[in-house]
């Protein structure tokens, strides 16, 4: 868990800032409806929004009361309950769940407890779970994440609007004006991080790479875009689809995106409780790695491969280092990037102009995660911390890697080296993409 020597009072700021932020966030999400819809199950794939809250504290008290303070269990036997592995999201509304009073109580005590433990942990010298105030950030990720899964879990909920939000910066320029796709040179650059004080250990450790030169847009795909994909009758035809794609496509009658409906000639979506004109400038949401690959390959193109995303978001061909992001090393601000719910919606493509990268990539870091052509697995000397069932228990083919979050994901939770992963059939995650070609090399 190396990283660049920060003054420990900094370090405790910034962790105390991180925990506080998650958790306005948890409130705003899990206060705007009633008990009813709280308890309520919206949809078989999420969990009842009370679980999510419950599960909240139930990690910030694993980790930071018991495994870095010692103390003892606050509820004894709810653990078991909010385990994400030992219950699938269908059973959770079944559990013997706290009630929202009891939730709301319980994540308020364990945050007053971690507060104090913050102030009095060593931010060095006292093992890798303490260093840099590692568990603190994890565990602010770890809400931020769940508040993003909760933020789902309002889009799937049937109903009127519980959540507002200003419009997104419309872009400064005429997409149609900036170039299609950019070249990034081949050869090695580096991939990962060895130096973020709270990376993640699928982020770890900063290795060289050798990617051979490819094209990549500049802009994610476009709701526009995609909608001639479906009028040619891409859903339709099954030279474009993986075949567990296509008979996904065949078995559920999927022909768009998820929350999309055709009305006389155009098309509508639901977003948040609202029915809206699909926005043609806006990046694509809501479809599978399959739907992506299948407009891919309409488009004679390919996705990108997991590699292939991070060098064109991170490497400076001028300097030849890797950058924190693509603008550079300084956190996001909102003139980078759509994130931390500021909006509920991407912001159209062509967005974001200072939070492009050096070759003048845009929008790789918020609005929508972008689906990659990669499986998830570890990088070379990898080494699961603090637990194995972060990340190490999913590596495989089963999991396809998404990159550089959305709208919906917090500053915290985002970084360029950051990865995301799910299963390719998953829609109601706030997924897009963009598509790459091979390059001949000079």
């Known amino acids: 868990m190396t990283a660049s020597r920060v003054d420990p ?25 009633d008990d009813r819809e709280l308890v309520a199950q919206h949809s078989p794939l999420m969990s009842p929004l009370v679980w999510d809250l419950a599960h909240i504290g139930n990690q910030e008290e694993l980790w930071l009361l018991r495994a870095v303070a010692g103390q003892e269990a606050l509820l004894p036997g709810i653990d078991s309950v909010y385990d994400a592995f030992e219950h699938p999201r269908a059973e959770r509304p079944s559990l013997p769940l706290l009630s929202p009073a009891q939730a709301h109580g319980y994540v308020a005590d364990v945050r007053g407890r971690v507060l104090d433990v913050l102030d009095a942990t060593p931010v060095e010298g006292g093992g890798p779970l303490v260093e840099s105030s590692f568990a603190f950030g994890m565990i602010a990720q770890h809400e931020q994440q769940h508040d993003e899964t909760m933020l789902i879990t309002h889009q799937l909920r049937a109903g009127p609007a519980a959540l507002t939000a ?14 299609r796709e950019v070249l990034v040179e081949g050869g090695p650059f580096t991939m990962g991080t060895s130096t973020e004080p709270w990376a993640l250990d699928n982020e770890r450790p900063a290795h060289r790479r050798e990617v051979a030169p490819f094209f990549i847009d500049t802009l994610p795909v476009s709701n526009d875009a995609y909608a001639r994909f ?8 099954p030279r474009w689809w993986h075949q567990e794609g296509w008979e996904q496509v065949r078995r559920h ?10 009305e006389g000639g155009g098309w509508l979506r639901r977003r948040f409780g609202v029915v809206e004109e699909v926005p043609p400038a806006e990046p694509v949401l809501h479809v599978s790695w399959y739907e992506a690959a299948a407009y891919a390959a309409w488009a004679g193109r390919r996705l990108p491969t997991e590699a292939e995303w991070e060098k064109a978001a991170r490497h400076d061909p001028a300097s030849g280092r890797s950058r924190r992001h693509p603008w550079g ?3 996001p601000s909102p003139e980078h990037a759509n994130l931390g719910q500021r909006h509920l919606r991407p912001a ?6 200072a939070g492009a990268s050096p070759l003048g990539v845009r929008q790789l870091i918020g609005d929508v995660w972008e689906w990659t052509a990669s499986d998830f697995l570890p990088y070379p000397g990898f080494r699961a911390f603090p637990y194995r069932e972060y990340s190490e ?13 959305s709208f919906a994901v917090d500053p915290v939770a985002c970084r360029g080296t950051f990865r995301n992963w799910d299963l390719p059939v998953r829609r109601q995650i706030f997924s897009g993409f963009r598509t790459a070609r091979d390059a001949e090399p000079v």
């Open 9 to 33: 009072g900094t370090l405790r700021s910034r962790a105390a800032s991180a925990l506080l932020a998650a958790r306005d966030r948890t409130r705003a999400l899990t206060g705007c409806v």
């Open 166 to 179: 200003p419009q997104p910066p419309p872009a400064a320029v005429d997409a149609a004006l900036l170039p």
């Open 230 to 237: 479906i009028e040619d009758g891409g859903y339709d035809d």
């Open 253 to 262: 009658g999927i022909t768009a995106p998820l929350f999309w409906r055709r």
């Open 329 to 331: 090393d300084e956190d």
């Open 348 to 353: 159209p493509v062509g967005a974001y102009a």
């Open 393 to 405: 228990v999913f590596f495989g083919d089963r999991y396809k890697v998404l990159r550089g979050g």
